[in-house]
């Protein structure tokens, strides 16, 4: 496989599955909780409350790790990607009216709210995993 149809094959992934884990650092351990993803090419990009506890962990370290893909029944072997990341937490009104969903009114009253912030996570390495059509993971850097 080429590195130009791997960097397809993980925006195939990226785009095409929206449940994935954000894992922070608190102190010394890792911090693992599902979150829903949108992507704009290789950039994440997930909503979260200023208030909880992962924007706390982002603002001590911005390096988080982000597993997206291998979903549905039977997922042993469907490809997924591996990704480390630079996280910055925004404020600003046109992130925030972008990513905006009205089901995110479980948890904000609007794209107003005051707590409402994006996270955007910005890949310094992406693996692309369990891709029948490689031997092994294959890998993109983007910090270079």
């Not at 496989?1 to 608190?26: A, C, D, H, P």
């Not at 599902?34 to 909503?47: A, D, G, S, V, W």
Request: glycine share 6%; with cysteine.
């Amino acid at each position: 496989m080429e590195q130009q149809q791997i960097k397809e094959e993980i925006l195939r992934i990226v785009s095409e599955n929206k449940v994935g884990t954000l894992s922070t650092m608190k102190g010394d351990q890792p911090f693992a909780r599902y979150m829903i993803f949108r992507n704009e090419e290789f950039t994440l990009y997930t909503i979260s409350s200023k208030a909880t506890e992962k924007v706390q962990d982002i603002l001590t370290n911005d390096k988080v790790h982000i597993l997206l893909g291998f979903e549905g029944s039977g997922g042993y072997g469907k490809p997924y990607i591996d990704m480390t990341a630079q996280a910055t937490v925004h404020d600003d009104k046109e992130l925030k009216d972008r990513f905006w969903h009205e089901n995110f009114r479980k948890y904000l009253t609007g794209p107003d709210d005051p707590n409402y912030i994006v996270i955007s996570c910005q890949p310094k390495t992406i693996r692309l995993i369990s891709h029948p059509d490689l031997d092994g993971p294959a890998t993109i850097r983007f910090d270079e």
